[in-house]
């Protein structure tokens, strides 16, 4: 999930957040399959043509990005699936998996493509572990869809003098397993140890949420999380009374769609489906709705992190 610079997302979010398959769930997010008679039908691959289906690999459990709500799949990426999905003319079908596991399931085609809040770099591009740098399977290409950082907050009124990445010396910190947010904490980590400040004793969970549930029994002093779930987090949890953000977000880059390096038709397709929705407005109304405006992108890219 997300991976300097900051990013101000404007606007309150909107209340309506990987793979070992946990559950499946088809579209939930009101789009209804044109099959051939779609704009952009005939640039899909033929086995999707004919299944009528794109399978999503996601962690479905990072609200407001994507989760459940009244046994539905709801949230940022389900509604800029389900538009991809009208331009193509196929079903999007969302597969819920932990997010550290995604890519293994679209190496070993689970997935058609994975779509998870998950932030596109060159070590996810080159298929490389980002601290060894040492190869650990096959690179995906990504079609970049949004914009975000990273935040760190704390429970409401004891932020313990936390007031960004450096404050974490000697403090405990809950991540969610295999995303940026757990990079960073490993990086900033030795940072201290270097300064002799302490390390940080840091808990990785295969939710955000359960790294939440830990925040609020006082396990870990601070939560790392991808700006708009951390916002969503602070803003929602307990009424807004659970949690404030500390200090600004930082490693502002793209989230993109993953899809294997063979894969090229379907990532070209995918490409050209979201330059439509941000030109005939849909993708606008669905940043609109959960309040990222900020994050939004003007233009379709492939592989544009770094």
């Known amino acids: 999930m997300a991976a300097a610079g900051a990013i101000a997302v404007a606007g309150a979010l909107l209340l309506t957040g990987c793979g070992d398959q946990r559950d499946k769930t088809g579209n939930e997010a009101g789009q209804s399959a044109q099959g051939s008679k779609a704009p952009l039908f005939d640039k899909l691959p033929k086995k999707i043509q004919d299944s009528g289906v794109i399978k999503v690999g996601s962690d479905i459990a990072y609200p407001p990005v994507e989760f459940k709500k009244e046994g539905k799949v709801v949230g940022i990426d389900p509604d800029i699936a389900a538009a991809l999905g009208k331009e193509l003319g196929v079903k999007v079908e969302f597969n819920n998996g932990t997010f550290d596991a995604l890519l293994t399931g679209l190496r070993s085609k689970r997935y058609d493509i994975a779509m998870s809040a998950m932030t596109d770099t060159k070590d996810r591009q080159d298929g490389v572990d980002p601290k060894t740098k040492k190869k650990v399977g096959e690179g995906v290409d990504f079609v970049d869809y949004f914009n975000a950082g990273v935040s760190l907050y704390t429970k409401k009124g004891e932020t313990k003098d936390i007031k960004g990445w450096e404050d974490l010396c000697d403090k405990k ?16 980590s030795e940072k201290c140890e270097k300064d002799d400040k302490g390390s940080i004793s840091i808990e990785a969970f295969d939710t955000d949420l359960e790294a939440q549930t830990r925040l609020k029994a006082g396990g870990v002093d601070a939560v790392s999380s991808d700006f708009p779930v951390a916002a969503y987090a602070v803003k929602t949890s307990g009424g807004g009374n659970d949690f404030e953000t500390v200090g600004d977000q930082v490693e502002a880059a793209p989230y993109g769609i993953a899809v294997a390096k063979e894969n090229t038709q379907l990532r070209d397709a995918l490409k050209t489906a979201l330059e439509a929705i941000i030109k005939n407005g849909a993708y606008g109304k669905v940043i609109t709705t959960w309040g990222v405006d900020a994050g939004a992108v003007k233009e379709a890219k492939i592989n544009g992190g770094s």
């Open 173 to 188: 910190v809950a991540v969610q397993r295999g995303t940026v947010s757990h990079d960073l904490a490993k990086s900033q």
